[in-house]
């Protein structure tokens, strides 16, 4: 790659100018990437480091197969989208039959907030309901309507009257914890305290809106019947039901495409953005043909730039090399793989309280007591910067920020696991 000429001092502050002075960057001091290439990102000064934060390029940095299909279109034509294209419908029922043919009508956007976004005024436009249900420490985008339902963005501020917050299903911190017994139905029974909630001001649910692997909320491994549950209690209620899919989606899960699928559960929407493009700028909301159709009624429904010519071209290499390189099954593979090697340093690193796995997304969370949990905020900001040291690059999250988050790509291989799990485990020794 090209050696940038200016320091990373010289950048934040330039940055700092221009972008706003609280500048929401990773690491003190902040890294400069300059190229990407398959797992690894490459910083100016030349440094390569193993990407586990990766939550866009599901196929690897810079996929050759994405770029060039990228290329070719733009080539040819990228025009706004009142015109007929074929790619575009293809893309469009190819995301369709990977629903199993349960939701096959698409509206595109270009990120996963509009899709969000777009979701929730379906829904309000076909139930007539006000109320949004979402978990206590979500995060679903930034719009003003999806802020409303992403509490793990409120800086300050209190959740606006038509929403209700719900418990994420925490086995390990939560309420509830592993080994109680009826924990989903118990964790699910939220859903009717809301709903109860919500009546009393006079209101119905319109939707709820859940990310299948709880992400913010310090990713937790499927809970069997706790989704449906849910769902049940809020279809009962006249609302639908929301798969936030941007993260979990595209076999980031393993076994299955989908994050919901792991839930057992059909939503009435699935919203998608972040790997659909492999970093091309793309949402869709995915539904039921009957849902858009009333929405299209209400509404001039339109996006410039969603499901374009080129944006068409990249989602559907993204599909063809995750089918062709039999990526979902390969990404159960290596998560049950990573996932052996993080419980084995749990063992040898007291300060690991809990270590789970939403397939290849995992939270490593971090205690200084195994009793009473209290958590270990500053020894994982502290942990994710040695890491960094090491050449590995993770994130936290979670209500204390004391859980490391992991997502490598699912190209990654059991070896890229042993190097990772090396430099976690040297990071762990100098903390
Ligand atoms: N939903 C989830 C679960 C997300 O993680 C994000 C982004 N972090 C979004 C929605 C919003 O997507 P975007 O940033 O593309 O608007």
């Not at 909320?217 to 039901?241: D, H, K, Q, S």
């Not at 429904?301 to 944006?311: A, D, I, L, P, R």
């Not at 390969?330 to 796995?357: C, W």
Request: proline share 5%.
């Amino acid at each position: 790659p090209r050696r940038s000429r200016a320091s990373v001092g010289e950048l934040i502050e330039r940055r700092k100018r221009v972008m706003g002075s609280r500048p929401y960057v990773f690491y003190d001091p902040p890294l400069h990437m300059v190229k990407g290439e398959g797992v690894w990102l490459i910083d100016a000064e030349g440094r390569r480091y193993l990407d586990c934060y990766n939550n866009v390029p599901i196929v690897g940095h810079c996929h050759p197969r994405v770029i060039g299909a990228i290329d070719h279109q733009m080539r040819i034509l990228n025009t706004n989208t009142r015109y007929l294209g074929e790619q575009v419908l293809e893309y469009a029922e190819r995301l369709g039959a990977s629903t199993g043919g349960a939701l096959t009508a698409c509206a595109f956007v270009n990120s996963g907030s509009e899709a969000n976004d777009i979701a929730w005024r379906m829904a309000r436009a076909w139930t007539g309901n006000p109320g949004f249900i979402c978990q206590d420490f979500a995060y679903h985008g930034i719009t003003e309507a999806i802020d409303a339902v992403s509490p793990s963005a409120m800086r300050q501020g209190e959740t606006p009257g038509h929403v209700r917050t719900i418990l994420a299903p925490d086995g390990y911190r939560g309420p509830y914890r592993h080994g109680t017994s009826d924990m989903a139905a118990r964790y699910a029974g939220d859903a009717d305290r809301a709903i109860a909630s919500l009546a009393k001001a006079g209101m119905a649910p319109a939707a709820v809106i859940v990310d299948s692997a709880f992400m913010t909320n310090g990713i937790l491994a499927p809970l069997p019947g706790y989704v449906a549950a849910i769902f049940e209690t809020v279809r009962a209620a006249g609302g639908l039901c929301i798969a936030d899919e941007v993260q979990s989606g595209f076999g980031r899960m393993g076994e299955h495409f989908w994050g919901y699928q792991h839930h057992g559960v059909t939503p009435d929407f699935v919203t998608i953005g972040k790997p659909a493009g492999n970093g091309h700028p793309l949402g869709v909301v995915l539904t039921r043909p009957e849902i858009l159709d009333h929405f299209c009624n209400q509404t001039a429904f339109f996006s410039t730039f969603g499901g374009n010519n080129v944006s068409a071209a990249a989602g559907l290499a993204v599909l063809d090399v995750i089918e062709d390189g039999d990526h979902v099954r390969q990404a159960g593979e290596t998560a049950r793989y990573m996932f052996a090697g993080l419980r084995n340093l749990k063992a040898r690193h007291p300060i690991i309280g809990d270590v789970r796995s939403a397939g290849l997304a995992f939270g490593i969370e971090l205690v200084h007591d195994h009793a009473d949990l209290s958590p270990a905020p500053q020894e994982t900001d502290r942990l994710v910067n040695l890491m960094r040291e090491e050449g590995l690059l993770v994130g936290t999250e979670g209500v204390h920020g004391n859980i490391v988050k992991m997502r490598p790509p699912l190209i990654f291989q059991t070896g890229h696991a042993d190097l990772a799990l090396q430099m976690m485990d040297r990071a762990l020794a100098r903390l």
